[in-house]
């Protein structure tokens, strides 16, 4: 199984800077890393899918990049809606998918 | 972009059986070359894949609960199930119903059904 690790566990931080968040893997998953993001009571919301690409109808200031065990998802100006848990998750080596832990991106 | 809503019990006994469908709003369920599939998400924990049943008719899942799943579908009636046998309280969870075309991501979720399992 494929596991994978996020960092920072939270990420504290005021509207307009700048979050970057970690997804490292056990192993490779080629770029079969997708980002999603999960608001309270709601179904994750997918942001990128194959490691660098926007899903439809996702703002530019989300971006992905990685390949291979380590990724990272960028926002390059936080907007207030933007305050949430992030979750990356692997297809690359299944069964089974598996997600990470989450960052939850916080207001400072 | 096909919706998903999942229905079923929202209180299960220990030991007894979890039931849930996924009505999905195409007629071209069959057609699709896709995996359909349920994730759970213990309160404040990170999602878990279950299972997918694929339309070519092969199903996969998740080792840790593969003795005790099923996930099959009814293309005729547009909708697929979830049983997960013998459970117990760490079985409590939103429960959400997915799509994923082959070799791509979950392009489409349920709005989740929340699964209390107690007595």
């Known amino acids: 199984e494929v596991v994978l690790t996020q960092s920072p566990a939270t990420l504290s931080l005021s509207p307009g800077e700048r979050a970057t968040l970690s997804c490292r893997a056990s192993q490779s998953v080629r770029t079969y890393l997708d980002w999603f993001q999960q608001k309270p009571g709601q179904a994750p919301r997918l942001l990128i899918h194959d490691a660098t690409t926007r899903a439809a109808g996702i703002p530019a200031r989300f971006s992905g990049s990685g390949s291979g065990t380590d990724f990272t998802l960028t926002i390059s100006g936080l907007e207030p809606e933007d305050f949430a848990v992030y979750y990356c998750?692997?297809?690359?080596?299944?069964?089974?998918?598996?997600f990470g832990p989450g960052t939850k991106v916080e207001i400072k | 972009q096909v919706q998903l809503e999942e229905s079923g019990p929202g209180l299960v006994k220990p030991s007894e059986t979890l039931s849930l469908t996924c009505s999905v709003s195409t007629d071209s369920m069959g057609t699709m070359s896709s995996y359909w599939g349920w994730i759970r998400q213990p309160l404040g924990k990170q999602p878990e894949w279950i299972g997918s049943?694929?339309?070519?008719?092969?199903?996969y899942y998740n080792p840790s609960l593969k003795s005790r799943v099923t996930v099959s579908a009814d293309m005729s009636k547009n909708r697929f199930s979830l049983k997960l046998t013998s459970v117990t309280a760490a079985d409590t969870a939103l429960y959400f119903c997915?799509?994923?075309?082959?070799?791509?991501?979950?392009?489409?979720w349920g709005r989740g059904i929340l699964v209390t399992v107690s007595s």
């Open positions: 049943f694929h339309s070519s008719g092969n199903t």
């Open positions: 998750q692997q297809r690359g080596n299944w069964p089974p998918i598996t």
């Open positions: 997915t799509k994923r075309d082959s070799a791509s991501w979950f392009d489409s």
